[in-house]
């Protein structure tokens, strides 16, 4: 076998006697001749509280390295934590992704295990990897285990969201919400609700690139451990075979991915990640293909969001092989996985253990589960909604909108009793796409007015540039593109104008001939509001990321690299 990392440690000469010598911690001589180095790719943090388990899952993967006859090399990445980044984790996707792919093409690496969790982390560390093409596998850190207060279970965000909002409407008193915050994190892991975390971890299953059986497998539960230690062994087999993210990662495993995406009623997050890794490898996925692919199948999975329970009665239920099988005819026959036999292979034996968590495809949770991908004269480049987690009677709707030119601005104006808007209003909220708000923040779920929370509301259209997390709900149109700040025409629409919903026919429009549209003068509030970063990053992020409908990735990171070709040092 000849290892990438003979070109640094193999021969007599001297950069060989450097490199090996500064290795020398006490590894024996074989350690450098014809064992493979895999690095452990670990976003470890303790300020990404959701993977700060993962050293104890890296030391595992170690030993799995060294049983194999490999050499496990602990690699920190740049991690990113959901819950205390501002003004979001998504800003710093794209810069995780390419010091990660940086860092393993600069170094001696044979192969790379993925250590990621909290929702940016898997995005990133797949997109590194699919840039880099050196074998890799991941390792999902797995979610929390099920919290619960007053009896009920509490779904990490989901439940946030809800009884905040109790609270406004006045059915929840503020003291009793505040108790339930130390409920709400009961173990280590990521949010267990099927939000970004559990979809990409579940995706990274479907797309081929983990053991399979892992993803899912709860952060506390001591199999996850005895997987992390297979999946060292298996990082060692694959630089043996040769095998790469770009031989797994194909149109069949997207599909593979997007049915799961629907099936598991998961995050429309993971929109803008799959076209992100996509974009990587040169394949050709489109936002129209998610429509194309995932709408007609149909909801499986009663978690929350969508319905009712949380990732450890998924696990518990059968797991995503179980809902997997269940569509296992629209699954892609050849998309390999990094075991080098296709993913519906690793389906046999699968089997539903409690059917109120995992429905059979002949009695769905819901018959069209995918999500929608909206055009019109709002959203000339697309925009999507998750009809999973949106109301059924707002799914065909027409309203009057009442426009928000920023976050601060629809906090400041929300709950005035004087604001004029009914039940039937669409909420605009604008400039949040991810040059706008740089990052694209997750305020697309806007909160309701609380005079109609009161009146028992709880739920209304809202159109907006931004995201929505993955634990939120409603009838929510987002990542409308091109966004507001590149002079979408949402950056036109005024308070007043009648908004027309139809995910039927997959329209968003507006009631303003195009012309008019087209003449009226920017929005002073609007511009006020856009970023204007003058150095760093976010500098070199506003001036080149993508839309969100292809992927908010940075122009010049669309594409591969490869792993070849690095020059000597000395
Ligand atoms: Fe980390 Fe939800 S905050 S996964
Ligand atoms: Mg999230």
């Given at each position: 076998?000849?290892l990438?990392?003979?070109?640094?440690?193999?021969?007599q000469?001297?950069?060989?006697?450097?490199?090996r010598?500064?290795?020398?911690r006490?590894?024996?001589?074989?350690a450098?001749?014809?064992?493979?180095?895999?690095?452990?790719?670990?976003?470890?943090s303790?300020?990404?509280?959701?993977?700060?388990?993962?050293?104890?899952?890296?030391?595992s993967v170690?030993?799995?390295?060294?049983?194999?006859?490999?050499?496990?090399?602990n690699?920190?990445?740049?991690?990113?934590g959901?819950?205390?980044?501002?003004?979001?984790?998504?800003?710093?996707?794209?810069?995780?992704?390419?010091?990660?792919?940086?860092?393993?093409?600069a170094?001696?690496?044979?192969?790379?295990?993925?250590?990621?969790g909290?929702?940016?982390t898997?995005p990133?560390?797949l997109?590194?990897?699919?840039?880099?093409?050196?074998?890799a596998?991941?390792?999902?850190?797995?979610?929390?285990?099920?919290?619960?207060?007053?009896?009920?279970p509490?779904?990490?965000?989901?439940?946030?969201?809800r009884?905040?909002?109790?609270v406004?409407?006045g059915?929840?008193?503020?003291?009793?919400?505040?108790?339930?915050?130390?409920?709400?994190?009961?173990?280590?892991?990521?949010?267990n609700?099927?939000?970004?975390?559990?979809?990409?971890g579940l995706l990274?299953e479907?797309?081929?690139?983990?053991?399979?059986?892992?993803?899912?497998?709860?952060?506390?539960?001591?199999r996850?451990?005895?997987?992390?230690?297979?999946?060292?062994?298996?990082?060692?087999?694959?630089?043996?075979?040769?095998?790469?993210?770009s031989?797994?990662?194909?149109a069949g495993?997207?599909?593979?991915?997007?049915?799961?995406?629907?099936?598991?009623?998961g995050?429309?997050?993971?929109?803008v990640?799959l076209?992100?890794?996509?974009g990587?490898?040169?394949?050709?996925?489109?936002?129209?293909?998610?429509?194309?692919?995932?709408?007609?199948?149909?909801?499986?999975?009663?978690?929350q969001?969508?319905?009712?329970f949380l990732?450890?009665?998924?696990?518990?239920?059968?797991?995503?092989?179980?809902?997997l099988?269940?569509v296992?005819?629209?699954?892609?026959?050849?998309?390999?996985?990094?075991t080098?036999?296709?993913?519906?292979?690793h389906?046999?034996?699968?089997?539903?253990?409690?059917?109120?968590?995992?429905?059979t495809?002949?009695?769905?949770?819901?018959?069209?589960?995918g999500?929608?991908?909206?055009?019109?004269?709002?959203?000339?480049?697309g925009?999507?909604?998750?009809?999973?987690?949106?109301?059924e009677?707002?799914?065909?709707?027409?309203?009057r909108?009442?426009?928000?030119?920023?976050?601060?601005?629809l906090?400041?104006?929300?709950d005035d009793p004087a604001?004029?808007?009914?039940?039937?209003?669409?909420l605009v909220?604008?400039?949040?796409?991810?040059?706008?708000?740089p990052?694209m923040?997750?305020?697309?779920?806007?909160?309701?007015?609380?005079?109609?929370?009161?009146?028992?509301?709880?739920d209304?259209?809202?159109?907006?540039?931004?995201?929505?997390?993955?634990?939120?709900y409603?009838?929510?149109v987002?990542?409308v593109?091109?966004?507001?700040a590149?002079?979408?025409?949402?950056?036109?629409?005024?308070t007043g104008?009648?908004?027309t919903?139809?995910?039927?026919?997959r329209?968003?429009?507006?009631d303003?001939?195009?012309a008019?549209?087209?003449?009226?003068a920017?929005?002073?509030?609007l511009?006020?509001?856009?970023?204007?970063?003058?150095?760093?990053?976010?500098?070199?992020?506003?001036?080149?990321?993508?839309?969100?409908?292809?992927?908010?990735?940075?122009?010049?990171l669309?594409?591969?690299?490869?792993?070849?070709?690095?020059?000597?040092?000395y």
């Open positions: 076998m000849s990438r990392s003979s070109a640094w440690y193999a021969g000469d001297r950069n060989a006697y450097i490199h010598a500064w290795m020398r006490g590894t024996p001589d074989d450098f001749t014809g064992r493979p180095q895999i690095a452990i790719a670990n976003t470890a303790d300020l990404t509280p959701c993977n700060s388990h993962l050293n104890e899952v890296a030391e170690r030993q799995g390295v060294w049983a194999a006859g490999g050499v496990p090399l690699l920190p990445v740049v991690s990113l959901e819950t205390n980044m501002r003004p979001t984790a998504m800003l710093w996707r794209n810069m995780a992704a390419m010091a990660t792919e940086e860092m393993l093409r170094n001696p690496i044979d192969g790379v295990v993925l250590l990621g909290c929702d940016k898997i990133s560390l997109m590194a990897a699919a840039s880099v093409d050196l074998p596998v991941v390792v999902p850190g797995g979610p929390m285990l099920n919290g619960t207060f007053r009896g009920v509490l779904g990490c965000g989901t439940d946030v969201w009884l905040s909002e109790e406004r409407a059915t929840l008193p503020a003291a009793a919400f505040l108790e339930s915050e130390s409920s709400m994190i009961r173990s280590r892991g990521h949010c609700t099927m939000g970004t975390a559990s979809t990409m990274a479907a797309l081929g690139m983990t053991l399979p059986g892992t993803a899912g497998l709860p952060a506390a539960d001591s996850l451990l005895a997987r992390a230690h297979e999946t060292g062994r298996l990082a060692v087999e694959l630089v043996g075979a040769g095998r790469r993210p031989e797994v990662l194909t495993s997207f599909r593979n991915a997007i049915v799961a995406l629907a099936a598991i009623g995050s429309t997050n993971a929109v990640h076209l992100a890794i996509a990587r490898l040169g394949v050709p996925l489109t936002l129209d293909d998610f429509d194309r692919i995932g709408a007609d199948v149909p909801l499986l999975v009663n978690l969001p969508a319905g009712q990732m450890e009665d998924l696990h518990r239920a059968g797991g995503l092989a179980a809902v099988d269940q296992a005819d629209l699954l892609d026959p050849d998309a390999v996985t990094v080098g036999r296709p993913l519906v292979e389906l046999a034996g699968a089997a539903i253990w409690d059917p109120d968590v995992i429905y495809r002949d009695a769905p949770l819901q018959k069209q589960a999500i929608a991908v909206l055009r019109g004269n709002l959203a000339p480049d925009a999507i909604i998750k009809p999973a987690a949106a109301s009677h707002l799914l065909v709707h027409r309203g909108a009442v426009v928000f030119d920023s976050v601060e601005e906090h400041a104006r929300i604001l004029d808007v009914d039940a039937d209003s669409v909220l604008r400039g949040c796409g991810p040059r706008g708000y990052g923040p997750e305020v697309a779920n806007l909160p309701l007015p609380e005079k109609l929370l009161r009146a028992g509301v709880r209304m259209v809202r159109v907006c540039d931004g995201r929505m997390s993955g634990t939120a409603g009838t929510v987002l990542h593109a091109p966004e507001a590149v002079g979408g025409p949402l950056a036109k629409v005024r104008d009648w908004i919903l139809d995910v039927t026919r329209r968003l429009d507006v303003v001939p195009d008019e549209l087209a003449a009226r920017p929005s002073p509030g511009t006020a509001a856009l970023a204007r970063p003058y150095r760093g990053w976010e500098q070199l992020y506003v001036s080149t990321v993508t839309g969100a409908d292809t992927g908010a990735d940075l122009d010049f669309v594409g591969a690299s490869g792993h070849d070709g690095v020059r000597e040092s």
